[in-house]
Protein backbone atom coordinates (compact mmCIF):
# COMPACT_ATOMS: atom_id res chain seq x y z
CA UNK A 1 0.00 0.00 0.00
CA UNK A 2 1.47 3.63 -0.77
CA UNK A 3 1.97 5.61 2.00
CA UNK A 4 3.56 9.02 1.43
CA UNK A 5 4.84 11.47 4.36
CA UNK A 6 5.72 15.09 4.24
CA UNK A 7 8.47 16.49 6.81
CA UNK A 8 8.18 19.16 8.30
CA UNK A 9 4.54 19.07 9.12
CA UNK A 10 4.87 22.81 10.00
CA UNK A 11 7.55 25.34 9.26
CA UNK A 12 7.74 29.02 10.05
CA UNK A 13 10.63 31.48 8.92
CA UNK A 14 11.81 34.75 8.16
CA UNK A 15 10.83 36.34 4.62
CA UNK A 16 13.10 36.01 1.71
CA UNK A 17 14.68 32.81 3.00
CA UNK A 18 14.92 29.95 0.83
CA UNK A 19 13.27 26.63 1.88
CA UNK A 20 12.61 22.66 0.89
CA UNK A 21 9.47 20.71 1.75
CA UNK A 22 10.11 17.38 1.61
CA UNK A 23 8.37 14.28 0.76
CA UNK A 24 8.81 10.70 0.72
CA UNK A 25 6.65 7.76 -0.59
CA UNK A 26 6.92 3.87 0.13
CA UNK A 27 6.53 2.25 -3.15
CA UNK A 28 8.08 3.76 -6.54
CA UNK A 29 6.12 2.36 -9.23
CA UNK A 30 3.81 5.60 -9.72
CA UNK A 31 2.73 7.62 -12.38
CA UNK A 32 3.98 11.10 -11.20
CA UNK A 33 3.84 13.27 -8.45
CA UNK A 34 2.28 16.42 -7.52
CA UNK A 35 2.37 19.25 -5.40
CA UNK A 36 -0.40 21.33 -4.22
CA UNK A 37 -1.35 24.38 -2.41
CA UNK A 38 -4.16 24.68 -0.57
CA UNK A 39 -4.89 27.78 1.56
CA UNK A 40 -7.17 27.61 4.42
CA UNK A 41 -10.53 26.57 3.60
CA UNK A 42 -10.14 26.16 -0.06
CA UNK A 43 -9.44 23.52 -2.47
CA UNK A 44 -6.15 22.51 -3.75
CA UNK A 45 -4.37 24.27 -6.66
CA UNK A 46 -1.63 22.36 -8.67
CA UNK A 47 1.72 23.79 -8.47
CA UNK A 48 4.21 21.46 -10.03
CA UNK A 49 3.50 17.81 -11.84
CA UNK A 50 6.38 15.52 -12.38
CA UNK A 51 5.97 12.54 -14.35
CA UNK A 52 7.57 9.45 -13.21
CA UNK A 53 10.50 9.54 -16.36
CA UNK A 54 11.42 13.09 -15.00
CA UNK A 55 13.84 14.86 -12.65
CA UNK A 56 12.69 17.66 -11.97
CA UNK A 57 10.04 20.63 -12.94
CA UNK A 58 10.14 24.40 -12.40
CA UNK A 59 7.93 26.94 -11.91
CA UNK A 60 8.78 30.31 -10.94
CA UNK A 61 10.54 30.55 -8.01
CA UNK A 62 9.21 26.96 -7.14
CA UNK A 63 11.15 23.74 -8.77
CA UNK A 64 10.44 20.40 -7.58
CA UNK A 65 12.89 17.28 -7.98
CA UNK A 66 11.64 13.73 -8.23
CA UNK A 67 14.08 10.39 -7.10
CA UNK A 68 11.81 7.55 -7.85
CA UNK A 69 13.97 4.92 -6.87
CA UNK A 70 14.58 6.48 -3.54
CA UNK A 71 11.11 7.40 -2.98
CA UNK A 72 12.03 11.73 -2.40
CA UNK A 73 10.79 14.33 -3.84
CA UNK A 74 11.63 18.10 -2.83
CA UNK A 75 9.96 21.12 -3.12
CA UNK A 76 12.21 24.28 -2.99
CA UNK A 77 10.61 27.29 -2.35
CA UNK A 78 13.40 30.48 -3.51
CA UNK A 79 13.09 34.45 -2.15
CA UNK A 80 10.22 33.15 0.13
CA UNK A 81 7.23 35.90 0.55
CA UNK A 82 4.16 36.21 3.01
CA UNK A 83 2.19 35.09 0.15
CA UNK A 84 3.52 31.81 0.15
CA UNK A 85 2.11 30.59 3.58
CA UNK A 86 -0.63 27.50 2.85
CA UNK A 87 -0.50 24.33 3.57
CA UNK A 88 1.96 22.00 0.97
CA UNK A 89 0.29 18.75 -0.35
CA UNK A 90 2.53 16.11 -2.15
CA UNK A 91 0.33 13.99 -3.52
CA UNK A 92 1.40 10.15 -5.93
CA UNK A 93 -0.76 9.21 -8.53
CA UNK A 94 -0.40 5.21 -8.27
CA UNK A 95 0.24 3.46 -11.54
CA UNK A 96 -2.26 1.72 -13.35
CA UNK A 97 -4.41 3.99 -11.79
CA UNK A 98 -5.65 7.33 -11.23
CA UNK A 99 -5.75 7.58 -7.82
CA UNK A 100 -3.92 10.36 -5.94
CA UNK A 101 -2.38 9.36 -2.91
CA UNK A 102 -1.32 11.97 -0.49
CA UNK A 103 0.82 13.19 2.46
CA UNK A 104 -0.23 14.92 5.21
CA UNK A 105 0.93 18.18 4.10
CA UNK A 106 3.82 20.83 5.49
CA UNK A 107 1.94 24.46 7.07
CA UNK A 108 4.48 27.01 5.67
CA UNK A 109 4.74 30.38 7.58
CA UNK A 110 6.52 33.01 6.34
CA UNK A 111 6.83 36.25 8.35
CA UNK A 112 7.03 39.70 7.20
CA UNK B 1 -10.20 30.16 -13.93
CA UNK B 2 -11.53 26.79 -11.80
CA UNK B 3 -11.78 23.96 -14.75
CA UNK B 4 -14.30 21.80 -11.92
CA UNK B 5 -16.90 23.38 -10.04
CA UNK B 6 -18.01 21.89 -6.77
CA UNK B 7 -21.44 23.34 -4.94
CA UNK B 8 -22.07 23.88 -2.65
CA UNK B 9 -19.32 25.63 -1.11
CA UNK B 10 -20.58 25.34 2.24
CA UNK B 11 -23.86 23.74 3.97
CA UNK B 12 -25.27 23.37 7.25
CA UNK B 13 -27.96 20.39 8.15
CA UNK B 14 -29.33 19.02 10.67
CA UNK B 15 -28.26 15.65 11.85
CA UNK B 16 -30.45 12.67 10.24
CA UNK B 17 -30.93 14.80 6.69
CA UNK B 18 -29.29 14.45 3.48
CA UNK B 19 -26.99 16.50 1.43
CA UNK B 20 -26.20 16.42 -2.30
CA UNK B 21 -22.49 18.14 -3.34
CA UNK B 22 -22.04 18.36 -6.89
CA UNK B 23 -19.11 18.39 -8.96
CA UNK B 24 -19.03 19.63 -12.18
CA UNK B 25 -16.40 19.88 -15.07
CA UNK B 26 -16.79 22.93 -16.73
CA UNK B 27 -14.76 22.67 -20.09
CA UNK B 28 -13.74 19.21 -20.47
CA UNK B 29 -15.78 15.74 -20.18
CA UNK B 30 -14.73 13.47 -17.22
CA UNK B 31 -15.87 9.36 -17.06
CA UNK B 32 -14.26 9.68 -14.43
CA UNK B 33 -14.46 11.52 -10.96
CA UNK B 34 -13.19 11.17 -7.84
CA UNK B 35 -14.62 12.05 -4.53
CA UNK B 36 -12.03 13.18 -1.40
CA UNK B 37 -12.40 14.04 2.88
CA UNK B 38 -10.46 15.77 3.97
CA UNK B 39 -10.65 16.47 8.07
CA UNK B 40 -9.27 19.66 10.14
CA UNK B 41 -5.69 19.74 9.70
CA UNK B 42 -5.66 16.24 8.36
CA UNK B 43 -4.70 15.13 4.31
CA UNK B 44 -6.89 13.96 1.72
CA UNK B 45 -8.13 10.53 1.85
CA UNK B 46 -9.76 9.21 -1.31
CA UNK B 47 -13.57 7.94 -0.74
CA UNK B 48 -14.59 6.42 -4.13
CA UNK B 49 -14.31 6.47 -7.81
CA UNK B 50 -16.95 7.88 -9.70
CA UNK B 51 -17.77 6.11 -13.18
CA UNK B 52 -20.24 7.63 -15.82
CA UNK B 53 -22.48 4.77 -16.86
CA UNK B 54 -21.92 2.43 -14.02
CA UNK B 55 -21.48 2.16 -10.43
CA UNK B 56 -19.30 4.08 -8.21
CA UNK B 57 -16.10 2.29 -6.60
CA UNK B 58 -15.81 2.75 -3.29
CA UNK B 59 -12.50 2.95 -1.16
CA UNK B 60 -12.14 0.40 1.95
CA UNK B 61 -14.06 1.44 5.33
CA UNK B 62 -16.00 3.72 3.06
CA UNK B 63 -20.00 2.87 3.60
CA UNK B 64 -21.83 3.12 -0.06
CA UNK B 65 -24.75 3.41 1.23
CA UNK B 66 -24.12 6.47 3.30
CA UNK B 67 -22.21 7.95 1.13
CA UNK B 68 -24.15 8.15 -2.45
CA UNK B 69 -22.21 8.88 -6.05
CA UNK B 70 -23.92 9.32 -9.16
CA UNK B 71 -22.69 10.53 -11.95
CA UNK B 72 -25.58 11.76 -14.20
CA UNK B 73 -23.74 12.82 -17.07
CA UNK B 74 -19.60 13.40 -18.73
CA UNK B 75 -19.68 16.67 -17.17
CA UNK B 76 -21.22 15.95 -13.71
CA UNK B 77 -21.04 13.71 -10.83
CA UNK B 78 -22.65 13.95 -7.58
CA UNK B 79 -22.03 12.65 -3.83
CA UNK B 80 -25.28 12.60 -1.59
CA UNK B 81 -24.68 12.55 2.06
CA UNK B 82 -27.83 10.23 3.37
CA UNK B 83 -28.59 10.62 7.37
CA UNK B 84 -25.94 12.40 8.37
CA UNK B 85 -24.41 12.85 11.54
CA UNK B 86 -22.28 15.03 13.04
CA UNK B 87 -19.34 12.91 12.55
CA UNK B 88 -19.73 13.27 9.09
CA UNK B 89 -18.71 17.10 9.20
CA UNK B 90 -15.72 17.34 6.77
CA UNK B 91 -14.62 18.98 3.97
CA UNK B 92 -15.49 17.25 0.63
CA UNK B 93 -13.39 17.44 -2.56
CA UNK B 94 -13.80 16.39 -5.92
CA UNK B 95 -11.62 15.87 -8.74
CA UNK B 96 -11.31 14.66 -12.78
CA UNK B 97 -8.69 14.34 -14.65
CA UNK B 98 -7.32 16.28 -17.84
CA UNK B 99 -8.00 14.69 -21.08
CA UNK B 100 -5.92 17.15 -22.69
CA UNK B 101 -2.52 18.63 -22.09
CA UNK B 102 -0.43 17.33 -19.32
CA UNK B 103 -0.95 13.18 -18.90
CA UNK B 104 -2.26 12.32 -15.46
CA UNK B 105 -3.01 15.82 -14.10
CA UNK B 106 -5.83 15.93 -12.11
CA UNK B 107 -8.00 19.10 -11.59
CA UNK B 108 -9.44 19.71 -8.16
CA UNK B 109 -12.79 22.13 -7.44
CA UNK B 110 -12.96 24.29 -4.51
CA UNK B 111 -14.46 22.20 -1.91
CA UNK B 112 -17.86 21.79 0.03
CA UNK B 113 -17.60 22.04 3.60
CA UNK B 114 -20.45 20.04 5.15
CA UNK B 115 -21.00 21.03 8.86
CA UNK B 116 -23.90 18.74 10.26
CA UNK B 117 -25.90 20.01 13.87
Known amino acids: KQEVTQIPAALSVPEGENLVLNCSFT??????LQWFRQDPGKGLTSLLLIQSSQREQTSGRLNASLDKSSGRSTLYIAASQPGDSATYLC???????????FGQGTRLTINP | GAVVSQHPSRVICKSGTSVKIECRSLDFQATTMFWYRQFPKQSLMLMATSNEGSKATYEQGVEKDKFLINHASLTLSTLTVTSAHPEDSSFYIC?????????????FGEGSRLTVL
Open chain 2, 95 to 107: SAPSLRGTAGELF
Open chain 1, 27 to 32: DSAIYN
Open chain 1, 91 to 101: AVLVQGAQKLV
